[in-house]
Every structure is written in structure tokens, then in C-alpha cells.
């Protein structure tokens, strides 16, 4: 069975860099698609981004285009979300979720424990 653990969240100032792991166990995680998920409070989840498992053309919420980019790490069976230029409203725990193409939030019924990630100065 698929095990995802997300990491690398905590707080940045405004402007600022985080890249978030999500490790997989148990199987391969190239042959999955990855998405990246956040929830911020008092809204509702949304994916972030999200790579397929040709790695063609990966997805990304127009609020983070250009900032956030999403990559795989085959040999670490690893995800990465590298946010970049981070604000404020970017503040939320992050999830990551594997599935046969790219999904959206509501597509899934349970979650991860996720990385909190705090933009403030």
C-alpha cells in the first residue's frame, strides 16, 4: 500500500523560498500522478499542482503560476513542490496526494497530515 508523507513547511518571510517533500513508501511513486493540495483556514482545499505520470504539462492553480514549480526525484521516490516569491495568502497546511491521473480535492476522501507552511514577517 501507498504511504505519502509530506514535509518542509514552516514559516517564511514575504518573498521567501520553501521546497516541500512528499516521500512515498511502499510503491513507486513515478507511477502516479502527484498533486500538491493546500487548505487555508476557514477555506476550502485546493490543488496547488499537479504532475502526471508522463511529467508532460503539469498543472498549476493560476494564483501560483510561475512561483510554484513541481518536480520528481525518481531514485528518492520523492515529490517536490518548490514555492518561490511566497505571500501571505500562499499560508496553509499543504497535502499531497497520488492517484491514476490528476485529481482535484474533492476527488479524495481522506488526507495526510500535511506541512504547515506560515508566510508572515
Known amino acids: 500500500q501507498l504511504q505519502l508523507v509530506e514535509s518542509g513547511g514552516g514559516l517564511v518571510q514575504p518573498g521567501g523560498s520553501l521546497r516541500l517533500s512528499c516521500a512515498g513508501s511502499?510503491?513507486?511513486?513515478?507511477?502516479?500522478?502527484i498533486g500538491w493540495f493546500r487548505q487555508a483556514p476557514g477555506k476550502e482545499r485546493e490543488r496547488v499542482a499537479c504532475?502526471?505520470?508522463?511529467?508532460?504539462?503539469?498543472y498549476y492553480l493560476d494564483a501560483v503560476k510561475g512561483r510554484f514549480s513541481i518536480s520528481r526525484d525518481n531514485a528518492k521516490n520523492t515529490v517536490y513542490l518548490r514555492m518561490t516569491s511566497l505571500k501571505p495568502e500562499d499560508t496553509a497546511v499543504y497535502y499531497c496526494?497520488?492517484?491514476?491521473?490528476?485529481?482535484?480535492?474533492?476527488?479524495?476522501?481522506?488526507w495526510g497530515q500535511g506541512t504547515q507552511v506560515t508566510v508572515s514577517s
Open positions: 496526494q497520488a492517484s491514476s491521473v490528476c485529481l482535484k480535492a474533492g476527488d479524495f476522501r481522506s
Open positions: 511502499g510503491k513507486t511513486l513515478n507511477n502516479f500522478a
Open positions: 504532475l502526471d505520470r508522463s511529467d508532460g504539462n503539469p
